[in-house]
């Protein structure tokens, strides 16, 4: 079979429609979620979203519905821990875990479900969506990715600073409630795609690979987004372009390509954030008369010499093209050279 | 769905005339705090605190670490439930405000930064949320508020940087123009010039005065008012949760003198009975000559 006949196959269009919606409406979730520093809250929701699956299989009614609902209870249960600031929220989550991930093995043995029926959900099954799933997960993620970017000025204040947030007269806990549920609700989305044990790094690791390379909140968040559509789609057209023989899941795939873009990524984030410290203007010294930012050089201005000269470097002539970092530094520039600063001065370097 | 309080950006409205809450002549209370008591956890960190703030005024915070400044200002700002007493802003009573739009907060804090890389612009733009209305993009005027925040604390060229890469005077000079941006007419700011060099208190100080030339009032807590104490026209000093001085500025070295300490705690200003009163009925206090009194 052809690649394009491949691609032109009904249930390869579903997959492909699903993983774009899954990989634009994860990051967006997981953007908040990691500016909360709460980035595993989506591993958790998953766990407890396995019950909601079991259920559903129990009870013959869609799996995907039910794990919507447990899921929801679920965040909306962990943000009120939260909010009460217990002091060990944090084994409180891990109790609830631990009990959706039991609860729903558990409960799909009763079912007398086999473990594999479970596994399509644990591990995704984008492959097997039916069209009622696609439409689902269309509609789901829209509504999580206008409701996060849409409200993103709201939602990014309120992580940012809740107090602040809340002088400023929003409605906190709403806000708080409204991304747990965003977040159960994309990990139910997520979980035909990715699976529900993978599900947190579709929201978590496009984030942590656009931060390597952003400055502000909103290129974060749409990078984040770019990327986990790229890894998306990327995953699962690689798994479906092996050769005949091998079996490739599209889960793993995506999550290892987009875990493959943070490594790709993370060289070029350090040399970003060491370009950047390089850059970094020095700060103005405040008891410097008007205008001279710079320590006067001691041929100048007698005195104790907190400064050296660095005369072994005078055979280079620092330029707009000499190689070297320049800092605007007041009413000159510096050039950084081997951890320190030349300003040039007459015919030697004061270092800055 | 959350809601937010949202409303077209109104001119300032004017004093409502004839109100009950008047202090004086002409003189709108902007805050006023009654027989106020916060307890957390149980324990009580401020107690019997009655803290009226007309329109205009530029109130001055003081005391030694841990007397309950931070703590009365968050319950000023509705933060902190008070546990007893009854809290109005511009007459209104703190369940019933909604006009968070007229009031401007600096938390005492280290830092601006979080879990995701946010721009100084972004941060200072959050401050105009109360005048956004919900799912409308920044308007004109938004913009225009936020620049003129970031020049007012010198970081108009530092917009497009990350909150993260600045030092913490700096951070902190970010949350100041957060406050800014709101425009609103009472601030509270709670020790905005820690960690901030002298220049930059500064300029702090001349676009406070410029606030207070236009009417906003000011509650401030500082432990050195440095370049603002020019501005301060009251001192509240705090010992141990209660208000011990109440009135004219005092110089820095002043608020840790002893006269003002336990002596004061059973301070008469009040003719309000109180629970905490643990003294016998005072006769002449042996500090009750002192000039500063200030008697409300
Ligand atoms: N979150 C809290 N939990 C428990 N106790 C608190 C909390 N916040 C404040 N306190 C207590 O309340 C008292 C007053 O604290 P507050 O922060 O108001 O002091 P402050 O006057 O602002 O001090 P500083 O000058 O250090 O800022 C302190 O004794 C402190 O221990
Ligand atoms: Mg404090
Ligand atoms: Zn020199
Ligand atoms: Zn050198
Ligand atoms: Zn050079
Ligand atoms: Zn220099």
Redesign the interface.
């Known amino acids: 079979m052809s690649t394009l006949e491949l691609f032109s196959l009904p249930f390869m269009q579903r997959a492909l429609i699903a993983a774009v919606f899954v990989g634009l409406a994860a990051p967006v979730v997981g953007t908040y979620l990691v500016q909360r520093r709460l980035a595993l809250m989506g591993d958790g929701l998953g766990h407890v979203a396995v019950t909601g699956v079991a259920l559903g299989l129990l009870t013959g009614t869609s799996p995907t519905w039910t794990a919507v609902v447990v899921a929801v209870l679920g965040a909306v249960l962990i943000e009120v821990i939260r909010e009460r600031g217990h002091t060990n929220g944090d084994v409180a989550l891990a109790l609830l875990f631990y009990g959706g991930l039991a609860g729903g093995v558990l409960l799909t043995g009763l079912g007398g479900q086999s473990a594999s029926r479970l596994q399509t959900f644990l591990f995704g099954s984008i492959t097997t969506i039916s069209v009622a799933d696609v439409v689902t997960t269309m509609v789901l993620a829209a509504v999580v990715v206008i409701l996060g970017v849409g409200l993103s000025p709201q939602l990014f204040a309120v992580a940012q600073d809740q107090e602040f947030a809340r002088v400023a007269g929003l409605n906190v806990r709403a806000y708080n409630l409204l991304v747990a549920v965003m977040a159960a609700v994309s990990v139910t989305v997520a979980m035909r795609t990715v699976g529900l044990l993978l599900v947190s790094a579709l929201m978590v690791v496009p984030v942590a690979t656009s931060q390597q390379l952003t400055r502000s909140f909103r290129t974060t968040l749409v990078a984040a987004m770019a990327l986990g559509t790229v890894a998306s789609l990327g995953g699962l057209v690689i798994s479906a372009l092996v050769p005949a023989g091998t079996s490739v899941s599209p889960g793993p795939t995506i999550v290892l390509l987009a875990l493959a873009g943070f490594v790709a990524t993370w060289p070029v984030g350090v040399w970003l954030r060491h370009r950047e410290q390089l850059r970094a203007p020095f700060p103005v010294d405040p008891d410097a008369p008007d205008g001279a930012v710079a320590p006067l050089c001691p041929e100048v201005v007698p005195g104790p010499a907190d400064h050296r000269h660095d005369e072994e470097h005078v055979d280079h002539d620092h330029g707009p093209d000499c190689g070297h970092v320049a800092v605007p530094h007041g009413d000159h520039v510096d050039y950084v050279h081997d951890g320190h600063r030349h300003a040039p001065h007459g015919r030697h370097y004061d270092e800055h | 769905?959350?809601?937010?309080?949202t409303s077209p950006a109104a001119p300032t409205p004017a004093p409502e005339p004839g109100a009950d809450h008047t202090v004086g002549p002409g003189l709108e209370a902007v805050v006023r705090l009654v027989d106020g008591a916060v307890a957390i956890a149980g324990r009580p960190v401020l107690r019997g605190i009655d803290l009226t703030v007309s329109r205009g005024d530029f109130v001055a915070l003081m005391g030694a670490n841990g007397s309950g400044k931070s703590t009365l200002v968050?319950a000023l700002?509705?933060?902190r439930p008070l546990t007893t007493g009854s809290l109005e802003l511009f007459g209104h009573r703190l369940e019933h405000f909604?006009e968070?739009?007229r009031?401007g907060?600096v938390?005492q804090r280290t830092g601006?930064a979080?879990?995701?890389?946010?721009?100084v612009?972004?941060?200072v733009?959050?401050?105009r949320?109360?005048r956004?209305r919900?799912?409308r993009p920044l308007g004109r005027a938004d913009r225009r508020a936020v620049a003129d925040a970031l020049e007012v604390v010198g970081l108009a060229d530092r917009a497009?940087?990350?909150v993260s890469?600045l030092?913490g005077g700096q951070q902190q000079r970010v949350?100041i123009a957060?406050a800014l941006a709101?425009e609103p007419e009472l601030f509270?700011l709670d020790e905005p010039t820690a960690g901030v060099?002298?220049?930059n208190q500064h300029a702090l100080a001349a676009s406070l005065a410029r606030l207070k030339e236009r009417g906003a009032t000011v509650v401030l807590v500082a432990h050195e008012l440095g370049p603002l104490a020019p501005l301060v026209d009251r001192a509240v000093v705090m010992r141990d949760g209660r208000v011990v001085y109440d009135g004219t500025p005092l110089a820095d070295h002043e608020v840790h003198q002893p006269w003002l300490g336990e002596a004061h705690s059973h301070h008469h200003a009040t003719h309000r009975d109180r629970a905490r009163h643990d003294h016998a009925p005072h006769v002449a206090s042996p500090l009750g000559t002192h000039p500063e009194e200030h008697h409300r």
């Open positions: 769905m959350p809601v937010t309080p968050r700002t509705g933060l909604d968070w739009r009031v907060f938390p601006a979080s879990g995701v890389p946010a721009s612009w972004e941060v733009a959050s401050g949320l109360t956004r919900l799912l497009r940087d990350g890469q030092s949350l957060r709101g509270f060099d002298l220049p």
